[in-house]
């Protein structure tokens, strides 16, 4: 891969790259833009098929951060860590405290949390050696595991998207294709059977499947034939580049609607499904519910204002499917629009100088 093209064709800040002998640690962090302040993303633990694919996912992912946070109107950049390994088998306590000495190193730069193969007892090891990490226990005055809240911001973006495609925001009697019942999937699932939505479900993993036929009702199908199954909404769940030239024409839904990052495989696909007609509610504004709950820890964790922020998940919908109707343009489009003209405002708003402690100057304070 050519690291410093790719970098720079995105605009890319920063790639680190840790390793720990001792503990196994291989540990990429990808630190795209902190025009808004420091970078916060979660770090994802994952078996990758080479280096390659670990360092393009921590670019992918980063720079998704970056959106994610710019839209949802935080005051953070965008950053994400991989960590090389399968968390079923090769985590132990000295790679996350290894881990948390490389994020203090930082000095601020990038703060974590929980991303898919990590935990909160994860977060509370990078704890012990850095104050730069969220989604920490609720021991420590903390907000916990983020997924809960990224399943109500995603149930509350479906419902708007709805609206649009089916005239009501109820989702009783919607039949919902969902891809991945991990832990966000799993308690947006139970919000959708609360409503009287009927599910069709899919995992590579069985247990998760059984416990959504178990406990939602729900159909399952094989991870294959999610894509094509009869539904009303399809909600990409797991991971990322699932909207691609071989899942789009086996598609029926009329309505996109999930918590995975990165659900287009290219902008290309965007396109495609917009030309279709299919309500695509853009991944990083829908998603955003866990990355707002931990970003309150920031200020003194409230969980009654990081929720009524992830509320505001269903207008961001709303608008975007709005200014995507107005100007005729594809709502991934819509909502990159938003975040970039957030971020250039606030980045000319800085642009004056202001003196620091560091410059000659600053004897005459
Ligand atoms: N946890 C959170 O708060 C947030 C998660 N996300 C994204 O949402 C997605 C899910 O996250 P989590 O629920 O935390 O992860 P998870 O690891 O708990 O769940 C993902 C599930 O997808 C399944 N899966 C993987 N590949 C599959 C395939 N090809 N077909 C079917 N199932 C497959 C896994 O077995 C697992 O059960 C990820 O893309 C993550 O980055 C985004 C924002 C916040
Ligand atoms: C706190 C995390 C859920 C943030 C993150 O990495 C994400 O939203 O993808």
């Known amino acids: 891969m050519k690291i410093f093209e790719y970098m720079g064709k995105y605009d890319y800040e920063q790639l680190l790259f840790c390793q720990d002998e001792q503990s196994g640690l291989k540990a990429i962090i990808a630190i795209h833009d902190t025009t808004l302040g420091p970078a916060l ?3 994802r633990m994952w078996t990758y098929a080479s280096e390659d694919a670990a360092i393009e996912d921590a670019l992918r992912l980063a720079k998704g951060m970056t959106y994610k946070n710019a839209a949802a109107g935080l005051n953070l950049g965008g950053g994400k860590t991989v960590i090389i390994g399968d968390p079923r088998k090769d985590k132990n306590e000295e790679m996350f405290r290894a881990f948390g000495r490389f994020i203090q190193g930082l ?9 898919v193969g990590t935990t909160v007892e994860d ?6 050696e850095t104050n730069f990490v969220t989604g920490i226990s609720p021991a420590f005055g903390s907000s916990g595991n983020p997924s809960p809240v ?12 709805a609206k649009e495609a089916f005239g009501t925001d109820s989702l009783e009697g919607i039949t919902v294709a969902v891809q991945g019942v991990g832990n966000v999937a799993y308690a947006m699932c139970r919000y959708l059977h609360e409503e009287g ?28 034939e999610i894509y094509g199954v009869d ?16 899942t789009i024409p086996q598609l029926k839904a009329k309505v996109i609607a999930g918590s995975a990052n990165n659900q287009l495989k290219e902008t290309r696909h965007g396109d495609q499904i917009h030309e279709m007609g299919i309500v695509y509610a853009p991944d990083y504004v829908i998603n955003a519910g866990g990355v707002i709950n931990v970003a309150d820890e920031l200020y003194g964790y409230n969980r009654d204002r990081a929720m009524k922020k992830v509320e505001q998940i269903y207008n961001s919908i709303e608008k975007i499917i709005g200014i ?12 990159d629009r938003m975040a970039e003209e957030r971020i250039a405002k606030v980045s000319k708003s800085r642009s004056q100088f202001l003196l620091n402690s560091k410059h000659t100057l600053s004897n005459r304070i």
């Open 123 to 128: 977060m509370d090891l990078i704890h012990e």
């Open 41 to 43: 993303g979660g770090t």
């Open 150 to 161: 990224t399943a109500y911001g995603c149930y509350v973006g479906m419902k708007a998207a």
């Open 231 to 246: 539904c009303d909404i399809f909600a990409p769940c797991a991971l990322g580049a699932i909207i691609n030239d071989e």
């Open 107 to 115: 000095n601020g730069r990038y703060i974590t949390a929980e991303d």
């Open 197 to 224: 939505a009927q599910l069709i479900v899919t995992d590579i993993n069985k247990e998760a499947v059984q416990r959504a036929v178990e406990e939602f009702g729900a159909k399952a199908v094989d991870p294959d």
């Open 324 to 335: 995507s109707k107005r100007d005729g343009i594809p709502t991934y489009v819509a909502a």
